[in-house]
């Protein structure tokens, strides 16, 4: 393997240069274009596969492992077993479709220099020490970069090619190289899953179509361990103010029938 092929990334490959001895060439390599048609609502919507990507957030033990942390508050992360489960076939049709596959999770620096007083509070609301970088389970620090709690739940698995972003706000976009990765990615479609919906996934979202991005919202392969309405009213949001929402089974096809037509 030479220094240039064990260097490259996605990313990489989307965004260079040619260079040669005639000079530098500008031109991005072309990306062949893969439409395909999705169900989505409030309509049906055509996407480029070629400039879209899979951002899947929070699917790791703090928040959906039973001896995680979000559990150790008492509450029920059952619910995110049927997130895992929709995820599992999305995942590898993603990856077959050339579709990158994003995992953005909450990964904070062990010291918290640069996280705000609010962040902070909001997940230890009572002060008495329960949030970021509280002792957990597997001598774990709680939300933590390089911790078990911010390793993926099992049941998930990442491939070689995948990509990894650590966020430490409810957004992965806030000072994270999130958006940058994906502009050099060339993608303008985001495809979002994960946990929970109406709070790191739905800001997360928030802010993708803020900065221009299109999104969707696969419901089933995210959710939420708030009541239902929340996640419901979650949907309606996004179909009402920033884009689309897709059940997961109809994701599954759109990319199956892309990936069958290609062979």
């Known amino acids: 393997m030479t220094l240039e092929e064990d260097l490259s990334t996605p990313a990489t490959a989307r965004s260079r240069w040619r260079v040669s001895a005639q000079g530098v060439d500008l031109r991005r390599p072309a990306l062949a274009e893969r439409a395909v048609r999705l169900e989505c609502l409030p309509s049906p919507v055509t996407i480029d596969l070629a400039r879209s990507a899979l951002i899947v957030i929070d699917m790791q033990n703090d928040f959906c492992a039973p001896d995680g942390w979000l559990a150790g508050w008492g509450i029920d992360v059952s619910g995110s077993e049927g997130v895992v489960s929709a995820l599992q076939p999305l995942l590898p049709a993603a990856r077959a479709a050339g579709v990158p596959v994003v995992w953005v999770n909450w990964g904070a620096r062990l010291d918290q220099a640069n996280l705000p007083a609010g962040v902070r509070h909001s997940m230890d609301p009572f002060g008495d020490g329960r949030g970021i970088g509280?002792?957990?389970?597997?001598?774990?620090?709680?939300?933590?970069?390089?911790?078990?709690?911010?390793?993926?739940?099992?049941?998930?698995?990442?491939?070689?090619?995948?990509?990894?972003?650590?966020?430490?706000?409810?957004?992965?976009?806030?000072?994270?190289?999130?958006?940058?990765i994906?502009?050099?990615?060339?993608?303008?479609?985001?495809?979002?899953?994960?946990?929970?919906?109406?709070?790191?996934?739905?800001?997360?979202?928030?802010?993708?179509?803020?900065?221009?991005?299109?999104?969707?919202?696969?419901?089933?392969?995210?959710?939420?361990?708030?009541?239902?309405?929340?996640?419901?009213?979650?949907?309606?949001?996004?179909?009402?103010?920033?884009?689309f929402t897709i059940d997961a089974a109809q994701l599954l096809a759109g990319l199956s029938a892309q990936t069958v037509g290609e062979r």
Request: with cysteine.
């Open 134 to 180: 509280a002792a957990g389970a597997h001598d774990s620090r709680a939300m933590t970069r390089g911790a078990w709690g911010a390793q993926l739940v099992d049941g998930l698995h990442a491939e070689p090619g995948d990509i990894w972003v650590d966020k430490h706000r409810l957004s992965g976009f806030w000072d994270t190289p999130l958006d940058s």
């Open 182 to 243: 994906l502009r050099n990615l060339r993608v303008d479609t985001l495809l979002f899953t994960g946990v929970n919906s109406d709070q790191c996934v739905f800001a997360s979202l928030i802010d993708a179509a803020a900065l221009g991005y299109d999104v969707v919202l696969v419901d089933q392969a995210s959710g939420t361990t708030s009541p239902a309405y929340c996640h419901d009213a979650t949907l309606y949001n996004t179909r009402q103010c920033y884009g």
